[in-house]
């Protein structure tokens, strides 16, 4: 019985329920910090700077202020789900959404008939 009324509290907490409309909010310089130092681990000569970083995810944020709105739920919800499983990127949540629409609006035009036989017929 106390199992079943944690569980309809959970369900009834307006925190865990609600579902945001905004952009949520990532932890990107945990990402940052952590991306500046592996690259510095494995010595690569173009290693990627803190504020380099820092200014991508911040770049790729603001971008999604003009997508978001305008993206459909399902598809938030599955980038966002997919950008903060390996990190917390605003880069990957803007990648995934741009690739999702681009894969939508490619799968709606209609089939080309190129250079078909039926080309020319009427």
Same mark, same amino acid.
């Given at each position: 019985?106390?199992?079943?009324?944690?569980?309809?509290?959970?369900?009834?907490?307006?925190?865990?329920?609600?579902?945001?409309?905004?952009?949520?909010?990532?932890?990107?310089?945990?990402?940052?910090?952590?991306?500046?130092?592996?690259?510095?681990?494995?010595?690569?000569?173009?290693?990627?700077?803190?504020?380099?970083?820092?200014?991508?995810? /911040?770049?790729? $944020?603001?971008?999604?202020?003009?997508?978001?709105?305008? +993206?459909? &739920? #399902?598809? =938030?919800? @599955?980038?966002?789900?997919?950008?903060?499983?390996?990190?917390?990127?605003?880069?990957?949540?803007? /990648?995934?959404? $741009?690739?999702?629409?681009?894969?939508?609006?490619?799968? +709606?035009? &209609? #089939?080309? =008939?190129? @250079?078909?036989?039926?080309?020319?017929?009427?």
């Amino acid at each position: 019985m106390n199992a079943a009324l944690f569980s309809l509290a959970l369900l009834a907490s307006p925190s865990l329920v609600e579902i945001s409309d905004g952009i949520p909010e990532l932890k990107v310089e945990a990402l940052c910090k952590a991306t500046t130092e592996t690259d510095k681990a494995m010595g690569l000569a173009l290693a990627q700077s803190f504020a380099d970083c820092m200014r991508d995810e /911040t770049a790729a $944020q603001q971008q999604l202020g003009t997508l978001w709105a305008t +993206t459909r &739920p #399902a598809v =938030r919800n @599955a980038c966002e789900s997919e950008a903060t499983i390996v990190g917390q990127s605003y880069v990957d949540l803007l /990648t995934c959404i $741009q690739m999702t629409d681009v894969a939508t609006a490619t799968s +709606t035009t &209609p #089939a080309l =008939r190129g @250079a078909s036989k039926n080309r020319n017929r009427q």
